[in-house]
Protein backbone atom coordinates (compact mmCIF):
# COMPACT_ATOMS: atom_id res chain seq x y z
CA UNK A 1 0.00 0.00 0.00
CA UNK A 2 1.48 3.45 -0.80
CA UNK A 3 -0.89 5.62 0.73
CA UNK A 4 0.78 7.08 3.86
CA UNK A 5 -1.46 7.27 6.91
CA UNK A 6 -0.82 8.34 10.52
CA UNK A 7 -1.90 7.88 13.54
CA UNK A 8 -2.31 9.24 16.78
CA UNK A 9 -3.69 7.60 20.18
CA UNK A 10 -5.84 10.25 22.35
CA UNK A 11 -7.62 11.10 24.72
CA UNK A 12 -8.19 8.88 28.36
CA UNK A 13 -9.64 6.01 26.62
CA UNK A 14 -6.67 5.47 24.40
CA UNK A 15 -9.05 6.12 21.10
CA UNK A 16 -7.10 6.15 17.40
CA UNK A 17 -7.29 9.49 15.62
CA UNK A 18 -5.98 8.69 11.71
CA UNK A 19 -4.89 11.44 9.83
CA UNK A 20 -5.28 10.84 6.04
CA UNK A 21 -3.76 13.33 3.82
CA UNK A 22 -6.38 13.96 0.57
CA UNK A 23 -3.72 15.21 -2.10
CA UNK A 24 0.16 15.41 -2.48
CA UNK A 25 2.52 18.48 -2.84
CA UNK A 26 5.54 19.37 -3.63
CA UNK A 27 5.40 22.34 -1.51
CA UNK A 28 2.57 23.98 0.80
CA UNK A 29 -0.02 22.69 3.33
CA UNK A 30 -2.45 19.78 1.93
CA UNK A 31 -5.86 19.18 3.08
CA UNK A 32 -6.44 15.92 5.43
CA UNK A 33 -9.27 14.10 6.69
CA UNK A 34 -9.16 13.60 10.82
CA UNK A 35 -10.78 10.74 11.38
CA UNK A 36 -12.18 10.05 14.98
CA UNK A 37 -10.65 12.94 16.81
CA UNK A 38 -11.48 11.80 20.67
CA UNK A 39 -9.76 14.08 22.48
CA UNK A 40 -6.40 16.18 22.79
CA UNK A 41 -7.06 19.00 20.08
CA UNK A 42 -3.73 20.55 20.72
CA UNK A 43 -2.03 17.82 20.20
CA UNK A 44 -3.50 16.93 16.85
CA UNK A 45 -3.45 20.49 15.44
CA UNK A 46 0.26 20.67 16.60
CA UNK A 47 1.01 16.68 14.55
CA UNK A 48 -0.67 17.98 11.13
CA UNK A 49 1.63 21.90 11.38
CA UNK A 50 4.84 19.84 11.25
CA UNK A 51 3.31 17.27 8.09
CA UNK A 52 2.07 20.30 6.78
CA UNK A 53 -1.28 19.32 6.59
CA UNK A 54 -4.86 21.07 7.45
CA UNK A 55 -8.21 19.68 8.63
CA UNK A 56 -10.56 19.58 5.49
CA UNK A 57 -12.73 17.09 6.88
CA UNK A 58 -13.37 15.93 10.28
CA UNK A 59 -15.17 12.08 9.83
CA UNK A 60 -16.62 10.34 12.79
CA UNK A 61 -16.80 6.44 12.90
CA UNK A 62 -19.66 7.08 15.49
CA UNK A 63 -20.95 9.37 18.04
CA UNK A 64 -19.26 8.10 21.70
CA UNK A 65 -17.37 10.96 23.47
CA UNK A 66 -13.93 8.95 23.55
CA UNK A 67 -14.14 9.52 19.07
CA UNK A 68 -15.17 13.19 19.19
CA UNK A 69 -13.87 15.33 22.30
CA UNK A 70 -11.70 17.17 20.29
CA UNK A 71 -13.89 18.22 17.62
CA UNK A 72 -14.66 22.04 19.27
CA UNK A 73 -10.95 22.69 19.92
CA UNK A 74 -9.98 21.24 15.75
CA UNK A 75 -12.77 23.76 14.85
CA UNK A 76 -11.77 26.64 17.10
CA UNK A 77 -8.30 26.83 15.67
CA UNK A 78 -9.39 26.93 11.84
CA UNK A 79 -11.49 29.25 12.82
CA UNK A 80 -8.66 31.17 14.88
CA UNK A 81 -6.25 30.80 12.24
CA UNK A 82 -8.76 31.21 9.11
CA UNK A 83 -7.78 28.55 7.36
CA UNK A 84 -11.41 27.22 6.41
CA UNK A 85 -13.51 25.48 8.80
CA UNK A 86 -13.49 21.52 8.52
CA UNK A 87 -16.69 19.62 7.20
CA UNK A 88 -17.86 17.08 9.82
CA UNK A 89 -19.50 14.23 8.52
CA UNK A 90 -21.40 11.65 11.12
CA UNK A 91 -24.15 8.90 10.66
CA UNK A 92 -27.73 10.28 10.93
CA UNK A 93 -28.38 7.70 13.34
CA UNK A 94 -25.77 9.41 15.32
CA UNK A 95 -25.76 12.67 14.46
CA UNK A 96 -27.74 13.25 18.08
CA UNK A 97 -23.94 13.24 19.72
CA UNK A 98 -23.46 16.46 18.02
CA UNK A 99 -24.93 19.85 18.14
CA UNK A 100 -28.22 21.14 20.51
CA UNK A 101 -28.37 18.84 23.14
CA UNK A 102 -25.47 16.64 22.48
CA UNK A 103 -24.36 16.77 26.10
CA UNK A 104 -27.76 14.72 27.74
CA UNK A 105 -26.89 12.49 25.02
CA UNK A 106 -23.72 11.43 26.21
CA UNK A 107 -24.83 11.16 30.23
CA UNK A 108 -26.95 9.31 29.59
CA UNK A 109 -25.15 6.85 27.00
CA UNK A 110 -22.42 6.48 29.51
CA UNK A 111 -24.14 6.35 32.79
CA UNK A 112 -24.29 2.33 33.18
CA UNK A 113 -20.47 2.36 32.52
CA UNK A 114 -19.78 5.21 34.77
CA UNK A 115 -18.10 7.58 32.13
CA UNK A 116 -20.87 10.65 33.12
CA UNK A 117 -18.55 12.25 34.85
CA UNK A 118 -15.43 11.94 32.60
CA UNK A 119 -17.73 13.19 29.65
CA UNK A 120 -18.80 16.49 32.54
CA UNK A 121 -14.81 17.25 33.02
CA UNK A 122 -13.79 17.45 29.24
CA UNK A 123 -17.06 18.77 27.34
CA UNK A 124 -17.26 21.87 25.41
CA UNK A 125 -20.06 22.34 23.68
CA UNK A 126 -20.39 20.32 19.91
CA UNK A 127 -20.86 22.03 16.76
CA UNK A 128 -23.89 20.02 13.98
CA UNK A 129 -22.47 17.97 11.44
CA UNK A 130 -22.49 19.17 7.98
CA UNK A 131 -22.73 16.57 6.61
CA UNK A 132 -24.89 12.98 7.05
CA UNK A 133 -23.43 10.11 4.91
CA UNK A 134 -25.34 7.26 4.54
CA UNK A 135 -24.91 3.78 3.38
CA UNK A 136 -23.15 3.58 -0.07
CA UNK A 137 -22.63 7.16 -0.25
CA UNK A 138 -19.40 8.96 -1.04
CA UNK A 139 -17.91 11.39 1.67
CA UNK A 140 -14.43 12.91 1.13
CA UNK A 141 -12.46 10.00 -0.84
CA UNK A 142 -14.50 7.30 1.14
CA UNK A 143 -17.20 5.02 0.40
CA UNK A 144 -19.30 4.55 3.71
CA UNK A 145 -20.49 1.54 5.07
CA UNK A 146 -23.23 1.58 7.66
CA UNK A 147 -21.76 -1.01 10.57
CA UNK A 148 -24.85 -0.98 13.29
CA UNK A 149 -24.39 -2.57 16.51
CA UNK A 150 -22.13 -0.73 18.32
CA UNK A 151 -23.58 2.25 17.76
CA UNK A 152 -27.16 2.92 15.72
CA UNK A 153 -24.98 5.10 13.22
CA UNK A 154 -21.82 3.11 13.33
CA UNK A 155 -19.84 3.35 9.74
CA UNK A 156 -16.72 2.41 8.02
CA UNK A 157 -14.66 4.29 6.02
CA UNK A 158 -13.65 2.96 2.98
CA UNK A 159 -11.30 3.92 0.65
CA UNK A 160 -10.92 1.03 -2.29
CA UNK A 161 -7.65 2.50 -4.34
CA UNK A 162 -5.66 2.13 -0.79
CA UNK A 163 -7.24 -1.29 0.58
CA UNK A 164 -7.99 1.01 3.38
CA UNK A 165 -11.07 0.63 6.02
CA UNK A 166 -11.45 2.79 9.38
CA UNK A 167 -13.67 0.98 10.97
CA UNK A 168 -14.17 2.61 14.20
CA UNK A 169 -15.53 0.40 17.40
CA UNK A 170 -16.74 -2.65 15.00
CA UNK A 171 -14.17 -4.35 14.16
CA UNK A 172 -10.67 -4.60 15.87
CA UNK A 173 -7.57 -6.86 15.95
CA UNK A 174 -9.13 -9.89 17.45
CA UNK A 175 -12.14 -8.23 19.19
CA UNK A 176 -14.91 -5.99 18.23
CA UNK A 177 -17.48 -3.19 20.05
CA UNK A 178 -19.43 -3.36 23.17
CA UNK A 179 -23.23 -3.96 23.00
CA UNK A 180 -24.03 -3.30 26.12
CA UNK A 181 -24.51 0.59 25.67
CA UNK A 182 -27.69 1.97 25.08
CA UNK A 183 -28.00 2.13 21.30
CA UNK A 184 -25.99 -0.82 21.45
CA UNK A 185 -27.26 -4.32 19.21
CA UNK A 186 -25.72 -7.30 19.61
CA UNK A 187 -27.58 -9.13 16.41
CA UNK A 188 -26.88 -5.92 14.44
CA UNK A 189 -23.36 -6.21 15.06
CA UNK A 190 -22.84 -9.71 14.14
CA UNK A 191 -24.71 -8.44 10.89
CA UNK A 192 -22.35 -5.94 10.93
CA UNK A 193 -19.30 -7.96 11.01
CA UNK A 194 -20.38 -10.65 8.63
CA UNK A 195 -19.89 -8.18 6.51
CA UNK A 196 -17.03 -6.86 7.08
CA UNK A 197 -15.57 -10.34 6.98
CA UNK A 198 -16.92 -11.44 3.91
CA UNK A 199 -14.68 -7.98 1.95
CA UNK A 200 -11.25 -8.69 0.22
CA UNK A 201 -9.38 -10.26 2.92
CA UNK A 202 -6.61 -7.64 1.70
CA UNK A 203 -8.32 -4.57 3.15
CA UNK A 204 -6.32 -3.05 6.26
CA UNK A 205 -8.57 -2.39 8.91
CA UNK A 206 -7.43 0.81 10.94
CA UNK A 207 -9.73 0.13 14.14
CA UNK A 208 -10.88 3.00 16.86
CA UNK A 209 -8.88 1.26 19.36
CA UNK A 210 -5.36 -0.98 19.51
CA UNK A 211 -3.25 -2.06 16.77
CA UNK A 212 -3.99 -2.38 12.71
CA UNK A 213 -5.11 -5.89 11.30
CA UNK A 214 -6.50 -7.55 8.40
CA UNK A 215 -9.94 -9.08 7.28
CA UNK A 216 -7.93 -11.63 6.20
CA UNK A 217 -6.37 -12.10 9.83
CA UNK A 218 -9.86 -11.58 11.57
CA UNK A 219 -11.24 -13.93 9.07
CA UNK A 220 -8.89 -16.68 10.09
CA UNK A 221 -8.63 -15.86 13.69
CA UNK A 222 -12.42 -16.97 14.84
CA UNK A 223 -14.15 -17.22 11.08
CA UNK A 224 -17.09 -15.23 12.48
CA UNK A 225 -18.76 -12.69 15.03
CA UNK A 226 -20.22 -16.33 16.53
CA UNK A 227 -16.90 -17.43 16.72
CA UNK A 228 -14.14 -17.29 20.14
CA UNK A 229 -13.31 -13.52 20.41
CA UNK A 230 -13.47 -10.97 23.03
CA UNK A 231 -14.83 -7.22 23.03
CA UNK A 232 -13.49 -3.80 23.55
CA UNK A 233 -14.23 -0.21 23.14
Known sequence: MDKK?????????????????????????????????????????AFLDKLSLFPSHILLTHGHFDHILAVP??????????????????H?????????????????????AGGSEYVDEFWQDMPEPDLLPAEGEGVGPFTVLHLPGHTPGSIGLYHAASGSMFSGDTLFRGAFGRTDLPGGSEERLHASLRRLLSLDGRIIVYPGHGPITTIAEERSRYGGPDGETRTAG
Not at 94 to 111: I, N, W
Open 92 to 112: AEDSGFLGPGALARHRHAFAS
Open 73 to 90: AIVSECRRRAIGIPKIAI
Open 5 to 45: IFNMTVGGLETNCWIYPLETAASGSVPCAVIDPGGDGDRIM
